[in-house]
């Protein structure tokens, strides 16, 4: 044999180890055992060998990530339902760096006198619609927004445009952040998201449907496809492969939907479950290994992103009253949760124990949510009564900022930036207004 033979021969070997380490590592920490335990001994790989959290997962992702830009470079439909005219440029979807690490909630239990300063931030109106503003999501690269409303509409903002009104010459001019206005439902839109890969905003709604809007034709005001389902569309998620999208409905299951035929699956163990309420919200992880749901009855459960299968349900999360949003942290370990028991709350994915506990903001009537911002070092939420905006300390659960909302009346959505230091309020009073931190 020689050298170059013997040289591929390792490297090759090193890689058949390192990927056998990652399965194995895989299906021990979903407590897949006997699984872990059968590959292992096949494989000879240690059993309590030691990889970082949902590694294969992250490699996975990215693989079919590369996997869908390359193809479209190429110039071959990535699917059925997206053409290589629906890119954008291919700075589209890239995800730049987060600003910092995910902040380990393990590390610190009692914390109390060690809260950060949330910085300060500006804030502006950029728009309003013609009824109550209900809902609104960044795009994964942080570059563009969407809202949806009572009216129907949904207005598309360029993040850039609108941080130029924040500038001192801008605040005069005539710049106008909106680049796109979709109509096409027929009653108020709940949710909506944004495609992973491609230039496809969807949206849930009242009218029972899922319509799917290409935001990079200039003139193209209407859905281009339409999911017909059966109960109002409350909620909605794309898998992080962009093939698949959730829907959380008045129904009490989630309904997954495969985008290119339009198939609907339901989990095949909802009896063993006992849900029954309908679904406020549902959020996929960042790998989509998992995906989490908030009920009317109060509960949240983790579903299994594979088989479908709820994993863990943490039944009276927040009492008898409404759980109204769920978010996994980034390293998927962790759940944030809100509800209308006037608490928001973290709990431990693994356990389902309660981790931190969020107090001093009053919420019982707007289905209002519990965000991160970008470094999840800190938790933000709204307080009714106040009309103001409530921060604390992610890791000390202290409460660190009370802002007023500058809207008339409290705001009913917030929705943080996943790449920067800036997020959105909707409000009652129909407006959308921008918050960016100050240097």
Request: hydrophobic residues 35%; aromatic residues 8%; glycine residues 6%.
């Amino acid at each position: 044999m020689d050298n170059n033979n013997l040289e591929q021969t390792l490297q090759e070997g090193k890689l058949y180890r390192y990927v056998n380490n990652l399965i194995v590592a895989h299906l021990r920490d979903n407590n897949l055992t006997q699984a872990a335990s059968a590959v292992a001994s096949a494989t000879m790989t240690p059993l309590n060998i030691e990889t970082s959290p949902n590694k294969l997962l992250e490699l996975v992702a990215k693989g079919l990530a590369v996997e869908k830009d390359e193809t479209l470079r190429g110039g071959v439909p990535s699917s059925t339902l997206f053409d290589s005219n629906t890119s954008l440029p291919a700075a589209y979807g890239s995800i730049p760096p987060s600003r910092a690490a995910s902040v380990d909630f393990s590390a610190a239990h009692d914390t109390k006198g060690s809260s950060k300063s949330f910085p300060k931030h500006e804030t502006r109106h950029v728009s309003e619609h013609k009824n109550v503003a209900r809902c609104a999501r960044f795009s994964p690269d942080g570059r563009f927004l969407a809202s949806g409303s009572a009216d129907t509409s949904i207005k598309l903002f360029e993040v850039a445009k609108i941080k130029q009104m924040l500038l001192p010459e801008g605040r005069d001019g005539p710049v106008r952040p909106v680049v796109r206005t979709f109509y096409d439902h027929l009653q108020p839109i709940n949710d909506v998201d944004f495609h992973p890969h491609n230039t496809i905003l969807i949206s849930g709604a009242k009218d029972h449907t899922i319509k799917f809007f290409d935001f990079s034709k200039t003139v193209a005001k209407r859905a281009f496809r339409v999911i017909q389902d059966t109960h109002n569309v409350r909620s909605v998620s794309f898998h992080p492969s962009g093939d698949f999208l959730l829907a959380g409905t008045d129904h009490h299951v989630p309904h997954l939907y495969d985008i290119n035929t339009f198939q609907c699956y339901l989990s095949a163990n909802v009896q063993e479950i006992g849900a029954t309420s309908a679904i406020n919200q549902v959020r996929y992880s960042c790998t989509g290994g998992m995906y989490v749901t908030a009920s009317k009855d109060g509960a949240i459960r983790i579903w299994d992103g594979v088989n479908s299968n709820v994993v863990r349900s943490i039944l009276s999360a927040h009492g008898s009253a409404e759980a109204t949003s769920a978010n996994f942290t980034k390293d998927q370990r962790y759940v944030l949760s809100c509800g209308k028991d006037s608490s928001v709350k973290l709990w431990e994915v693994g356990t389902g124990r309660l981790v931190k506990h969020y107090l001093g903001a009053t919420h019982t009537q707007l289905r209002c949510q519990a965000i991160f911002n970008d470094t999840e070092e800190f938790v933000l939420c709204i307080d009714e009564p106040s009309n103001e905006i409530v921060i604390w300390d992610a890791v000390s659960a202290e409460k660190v900022a009370r802002w007023p909302s500058n809207h008339v009346g409290a705001p009913r959505w917030l929705e943080h930036s996943p790449t920067e230091p800036a997020f959105v309020s909707c409000g009652t009073d129909r407006s959308i207004r921008f918050w960016k931190e100050t240097p």
